[in-house]
């Protein structure tokens, strides 16, 4: 057998080596992560961070510090990095996932009181008969007078099948009522109207892009076909976004094909992604007009973006918002999240949709901002003439016409929103147009009823002197300055709205868009533009 010898001093040497070569690895370790540019962040700021607890003047919480700390740094970002605290958390997913439990109704704070705009039909409010223009004067035995829009939610708001009482005071009634509500699953309803504006037309606007809103379309869309519907205006004015899933199935709806739809570029390839449209949907030849406005944001101009990159809808309004960032949610440990950038979205032309950010916030007077400034109303937007604007990047519709970028969707007509003048704007401001209707409907319910239903209301209601001279009066006893000359030039216009406030809270949103829309510009002209809408659909390809 082999005998092996060790000798000591040989022995002893290699520990000594392998000591070094150990230290010099640790070394080079130490010194890599030293060199680590988050780490070495992290430790200065750890250090400030301890420096403040120990040395800080006044207690302070560290919790609250480390917010701030966090908040800073993504405000250095864009617009759109953000950081959410629990609280956000909770509410930004309920706004978007189509439901929540509560009562089922929608408010109003009037004069620091709860007031029922409308029981969401069908809802656990509505079956007990709770009606628009009652005021909530207690929750659960207490007084709810000057709550607050969180601290209504709150009480109002819980697990279904649990129960809230609610004293209710109605107009003709001498005493309060109570009544005790099962609370139940409230859809929150992102297609906020849709109906027929004649024998071949549709009208649908969608709210917001939330869990549920392709189905809720797709809904209205077989309703209004089912009418007789044979072309569309399709509003997404003051629609903020939402869901990229939803956008580009509703989208994929009326374009089909197998056309991209949009796509998104970042620093990192797992980000980058192409959606694209399927051929076989039942309203890919429907004639479409879209309207938008500078409330337009994020899913709204992917359709609205689609639609005019691909030829295959007409776009009316305003320059849409120009938020073009996508966004993913990260969770932290204690609830709160990172909202963070991680790609921009792109028309299939190749428009960024983003309008210009530095150090975190929007850039004012954008090229994009100057050129709707520029526009004449109703007059061909870049789109549809062949004007040179050097100042913005030139790209192609699949037809061959020329669009523009620089941020939004500039629309192929440009019609600006319609104003008010400056004594309207004040008595709106003060709530005197709330308070009258409000009170109106609570006096006349029974007898509006009485005569007919919507279509009757919408088609013979009148704001009559004596209701003009009760605004008027109502505005006066809480001192707002009337200019009679600004107040005459607006009187149409404030009967719109009057009638179209009144028949919401007695019929429901149908009416009201039904009403508001007879003095709207935006979509007169849209309703115009619907027989050249049935050219573009039909050369569709």
């Known amino acids: ?17 392998l ?18 540019p988050i780490t ?15 040395n800080y003047v006044d207690t302070i919480s560290l919790s609250q510090l480390n917010d701030a700390a966090i908040v800073g740094m993504l405000g250095k970002l864009d617009p759109h990095s953000v950081y959410m605290p629990p609280k956000t958390v909770d509410d930004q997913g309920e706004q978007f996932e189509g439901k929540f439990d509560g ?35 207690t929750i659960d035995g207490k007084s709810a007078v000057k709550f607050k829009e969180d601290e209504v939610k709150k009480s109002l708001r819980g697990p279904k099948g649990t129960k809230v009482t609610v004293g209710i005071v109605r107009y003709g009634e001498a005493q309060p009522m109570d009544f005790t509500i099962t609370r139940d699953v409230i859809p929150i309803v992102s297609v906020m109207a849709h109906f027929m504006v004649d024998p071949t037309t549709g009208y649908i606007d969608i709210g917001r892009f939330a869990g549920n809103t392709y189905d809720e379309l797709m809904e209205a869309l077989n309703d209004l076909r089912a009418k007789g519907m044979q072309r569309l205006v399709l509003d997404l004015r003051d629609n903020p976004g939402g869901y990229l899933e939803q956008a580009v199935k509703i989208a994929d709806e009326f374009i089909g094909g197998n056309k991209k739809i949009v796509y998104t570029k970042s620093r990192h390839i797992e980000f980058d992604d192409e959606l694209w449209s399927h051929p076989g949907d039942a309203y890919e030849k429907t004639p479409l007009v879209v309207l938008v406005d500078n409330g337009s944001a994020s899913a709204s101009e992917i359709v609205s973006g689609a639609f005019q ?14 938020k073009g960032l996508v966004q ?60 040179a604007d050097t100042s913005r990047p030139k790209f192609k519709t699949a037809a061959g016409r020329t669009i523009y970028g620089g941020g939004g969707i500039t629309p192929d007509f440009l019609v600006r929103n319609d104003t008010t003048q400056h004594s309207t704007r ?35 209601f009148k704001i009559t002197d004596a209701m003009f001279d009760d605004v008027l009066k109502r505005a006066k006893d809480k001192k707002v300055e009337i200019n009679t000359k600004e107040f005459a030039i607006d009187r149409p216009w404030i009967a719109v709205l009057l009638r179209s406030w009144i028949g919401r809270q007695i019929y429901g949103n149908d009416v009201y868009y039904r009403i508001i829309l007879e003095d709207d510009h935006q979509f007169q002209k849209a309703y115009n533009e619907l027989d050249e809408a049935t050219h573009l659909a039909a050369a569709f390809k």
Do not use: C
Request: net charge negative.
């Open 328 to 387: 993913r949610q990260y969770p932290l440990s204690d609830g709160s999240a990172i909202r963070l950038t991680i790609s921009r979205y792109y028309t299939p032309s190749g428009r960024s949709i983003q309008k210009p950010y530095e150090d975190g916030k929007y850039v004012k007077n954008t090229t994009a901002m100057a050129a709707q400034s520029e526009e004449d109303e109703d007059n061909f937007s870049h789109s549809f003439d062949n004007a």
């Open 40 to 54: 070495e962040q992290i430790q200065k700021y750890g250090r400030a961070m301890q420096l403040v607890h120990d």
């Open 426 to 460: 004040k008595i709106w401001a003060a709530g005197v147009f709330g308070d009258f209707t409000q009170d109106y409907v609570q006096q006349h319910i029974a007898e509006i009823k009485s005569k007919g239903d919507a279509d009757n209301f919408v088609k013979n």
């Open 1 to 17: 057998m082999q005998k092996f010898y060790f000798n000591r001093r040989r022995l002893a040497i290699t520990g000594v080596v």
């Open 309 to 322: 990159d691909l030829d295959r809808a007409l776009i009316v309004g305003q320059t849409t918002f120009g």
């Open 103 to 137: 009562i089922g109704v929608t408010f109003t704070l009037v004069h620091d009181t709860i007031t029922v705009d409308s029981p969401i039909p069908g809802g656990p409010s509505d079956q007990l008969g709770i009606r628009a223009g009652d005021k909530i004067v």
């Open 19 to 36: 000591i070094v070569v150990s230290a010099l690895m640790g070394a080079r370790i130490e010194r890599a992560f030293s060199d680590d």
